[in-house]
């Protein structure tokens, strides 16, 4: 049996003002406020969706968790094997950290409803990219973000491979061209010609 072939990766990535008519619109209805930590966790550490679903601030078995004291963001339990969607620590980002302290007063999970655990965010997610008139936008299009804002940041491959949990090679492939030094020496070497 031939598998289909391979889809070309998706290059749409939100900008600064699109994601902040995101979480506009989701802090703006009351069903879907759970939604405005989900996106601020995605945009500021390129986590995936069901990953940051399982957030708690405590360590548990069946997720990561947030070490508001160290600034690190467990994306797995640390008994979880490890898979090919690869779920790295991270370190947080000040602005990220502060938020997450102040969630962890009066919060067991990083993105909860009526105190208990959010399983799916399909129904607030629909209604937000509606509301932000960005009908195309997927709960995987915050972790493209994050990772093109860091290319946008000229963030040396190793690194962010590193802290966005992926390859080098998939960065190179998908998100290079983002980087403000891609091809830029053979461009320069080009211009010098007469």
């Known amino acids: 049996m031939k598998l289909p072939e391979k889809r070309a990766p998706r290059d749409r990535w939100l900008t600064r003002a699109e994601a902040a008519r995101l979480l506009r619109a989701a802090r703006s209805h009351p069903k879907s406020r759970r939604l405005a930590p989900f996106i601020l966790v ?13 957030l708690r601030f405590a360590p548990h078995t069946t997720g ?13 339990a640390q008994d979880m094997r490890e898979t090919k969607k690869r779920r790295p620590p991270v370190r947080m980002p000040q602005k990220l950290l502060a938020h997450a302290r102040r ?8 993105v ?6 959010v399983g799916s965010i399909k129904t607030a997610w629909r209604r ?7 009908p195309e936008v997927t709960p995987h299009t915050l972790k493209h973000t994050a990772v093109t ?13 590193g802290f966005f949990g992926t390859t080098v090679a998939t960065l190179e492939s998908v998100y290079l ?18």
């Open 42 to 54: 995605a945009l500021y550490t390129g986590t995936r969706k069901e990953a940051i679903l399982a």
């Open 64 to 76: 990561g968790w947030i070490d508001t004291e160290r600034g690190v963001l467990y994306r797995k």
């Open 177 to 194: 061209h983002h980087h403000p030094s891609f091809q830029e020496a053979t461009a320069k070497a080009l211009d010098g010609w007469k």
């Open 149 to 161: 804002w860091a290319m946008h940041k000229g963030v040396p491959l190793a690194d962010a491979a």
């Open 103 to 110: 969630w962890k007063r009066n919060r067991t999970w990083v």
């Open 112 to 117: 909860e409803y009526e105190g208990a655990r």
């Open 128 to 134: 937000a990219i509606r509301d932000a008139d960005l």
